[in-house]
């Protein structure tokens, strides 16, 4: 087993916590670090130093004793080569510039970013691991590429001198010149990156380049300007993933006159890789297939009222109809921006989510995830996902209302069903009869989702929950009206109708008489 330099270290704060804190955002094990000691005070921290002089130290700027700065000026006034990372809650400049002129390699502001402090730590063991005669361990170093290339890629590196000297540090071939970016997509999470990385960086040794690893299924690469495409680089880069995952694919981004723009290319290969939601046999998708001709069309050209009519009706031929002729109208050309066909279905999903909450008085949100919309990696999928989208939301609606297959006799009868959940929501909804009862209340009670409950209510009872809500509601009104204490209008607020005619119209459909004729009989 190779052996790696150990780089050791001591932190000092004058507060515990921010101590335990340190402790355990440092990543010692990948790092190969060796704690030695900690300190709470300006003295016993140069104590520690004078004793071991560590390969660094992570010192607050303000402790009792004796303060940040004055520990680096003793530690260098007794030739101590210590690195330091200077911790601070003030924001001065004054306190920064003097902490660098001092040799100090970073100053942080508290609280800590955990990323950008492992990411200092991480120069400094490099660079450490490098003036010293044993080998560099790979992980960290690989570690160290990949937060400095994601953070040029997402445009936090500006500066063409900050650059040049984390590709110094890290020994790295890519120039600063004309040069692209490529994403390279697994279908897959990425178990041993370093292996693929391994090897990629094998096939292209004789080429400026670079890869790193940007999330879990995602390697990025930069390749300076060669006389071989970018379309014949992606080409071997495919072959060689092919060992590890096949069916990866890649976005070619546009070429760039110098590194500080890569983060621009970075947007064009995943602009590029989005396409191929038009065309999943192909692997390698160039910035040059990105649509440029506008879209004209919008959702409010889009006569919905067709689909709502074909939701109620229950009518899914119609509705699986609907959607692929909806999703057509989108393809003005024959690979449109994705992210236009994303949205517009998004927004027709979300107009009549709008329009059945309005129309139910509920809240419907649960019958569909958007999320899953935007998981669909080809055209077939997101016609799918819209036809059974609001597939499903038909058979709610006909679970509450029973549009689809009215039925002539009105009085409904669940007294026989033997079911837990059932018989819960039933006396749920007797209890709570006078209150004004919404479908996510009764739903909320027997721990289902509204939509689930809703059909769940019509396949264990063969009725509608309208109708026995309705029906419920009539039975207590009856028997308020036997009673003889309440008026008529004062039973009819009590169940929430505002007005005689909507109240007379229900209990009629139950009782064949008027409520006035009901109490007077």
């Known amino acids: 087993m190779e052996d790696y330099k150990t780089i050791t270290a001591i932190l000092v704060d004058d507060e515990q916590s921010v101590l335990n804190g340190l402790q355990e955002v440092i990543d010692f094990d990948r790092y190969q670090i060796k704690l030695i000691g900690t300190a709470m005070d300006?003295?016993?921290?140069?104590?520690?130093?004078?004793?071991?002089?560590?390969?660094?130290?992570?010192?607050?700027i303000n402790m009792p004793g004796?303060?940040?700065?004055?520990?680096?000026?003793?530690?260098?006034?007794?030739?101590?080569?210590?690195?330091?990372?200077?911790?601070?809650?003030?924001?001065?400049?004054s306190y920064a510039q003097e902490a660098i002129s001092h040799g100090a390699k970073a100053y942080l502001l508290k609280p800590v970013n955990a990323e950008e402090l492992n990411n200092q730590i991480g120069q400094i063991c490099l660079e450490h691991s490098r003036h010293s005669q044993m080998p560099i361990n790979q992980k960290y170093t690989q570690h160290l590429i990949d937060n400095n290339f994601n953070r040029l890629i997402d445009g936090k590196y500006t500066d063409s001198?900050?650059?040049?000297?984390?590709?110094?540090?890290?020994?790295?071939?890519?120039?600063?010149?004309?040069?692209?970016?490529?994403?390279?997509?697994?279908?897959?999470?990425?178990?041993?990156?370093?292996?693929?990385l391994h090897k990629l960086n094998e096939t292209f040794s004789n080429t400026k380049h670079v890869f790193w690893q940007i999330d879990s299924i995602k390697l990025g690469a930069i390749f300076n300007i060669t006389e071989e495409t970018s379309f014949r680089i992606a080409m071997k880069i495919v072959e060689v993933m092919s060992e590890?995952?096949?069916?990866?694919?890649i976005g070619i981004g546009d070429i760039v006159n110098q590194l500080t723009n890569a983060s621009y290319s970075y947007g064009r290969a995943m602009t590029a890789l989005s396409y191929k939601l038009f065309d999943s046999a192909s692997r390698v998708f160039p910035s040059d297939?990105?649509?440029?001709?506008?879209?004209?069309?919008?959702?409010?050209?889009?006569?919905c009222l067709p689909l709502v009519q074909f939701i109620v009706k229950r009518d899914k031929d119609s509705i699986r109809n609907f959607c692929k002729d909806f999703f057509n109208s989108l393809l003005y050309v024959k690979m449109p921006p994705p992210n236009y066909v994303f949205s517009m279905c998004y927004a027709l999903f979300a107009q009549i989510q709008k329009e059945f909450s309005n129309f139910l008085q509920e809240n419907i949100t649960d019958f569909a995830g958007s999320q899953e919309l935007y998981q669909c990696t080809n055209t077939d999928q997101i016609i799918d996902w819209l036809s059974n989208t609001f597939c499903k939301l038909s058979d709610m609606v006909d679970a509450i209302y029973g549009y689809s297959n009215p039925q002539s006799e009105k009085r409904v009868d669940i007294s026989s069903v033997e079911d837990d959940i059932i018989i819960a929501s039933q006396k749920y909804i007797k209890d709570n009869i006078a209150k004004r009862i919404k479908l996510e209340d009764i739903a909320r009670n027997v721990h289902l989702s509204p939509s689930y409950f809703a059909t769940y209510f019509k396949e264990k009872t063969g009725a509608n929950l309208r109708?026995?809500?309705?029906?419920t509601k009539m039975e207590y009104a009856a028997a308020a009206l036997r009673s003889d204490n309440q008026t008529v209008m004062e039973v009819a607020d009590s169940l929430g109708y505002s007005d005689y005619r909507s109240f007379s119209r229900a209990f009629k459909n139950i009782y064949g008489c008027t409520p006035s004729d009901f109490q007077s009989k």
């Open 161 to 196: 001198s900050a650059i040049s000297s984390f590709l110094q540090s890290l020994d790295l071939s890519i120039g600063m010149g004309n040069c692209y970016v490529m994403v390279i997509q697994t279908n897959i999470e990425l178990t041993e990156p370093e292996k693929m």
């Open 66 to 93: 004796m303060s940040g700065l004055d520990i680096i000026r003793e530690a260098r006034a007794n030739k101590i080569r210590t690195d330091f990372i200077i911790l601070s809650g003030f924001g001065e400049f």
């Open 244 to 249: 590890f995952c096949p069916g990866t694919t």
């Open 467 to 471: 109708d026995f809500l309705l029906q």
């Open 289 to 303: 297939i990105i649509c440029t001709t506008p879209p004209t069309l919008r959702l409010q050209e889009i006569d």
């Open 42 to 60: 300006g003295v016993e921290a140069l104590k520690l130093l004078l004793e071991w002089q560590p390969d660094f130290a992570i010192v607050d």
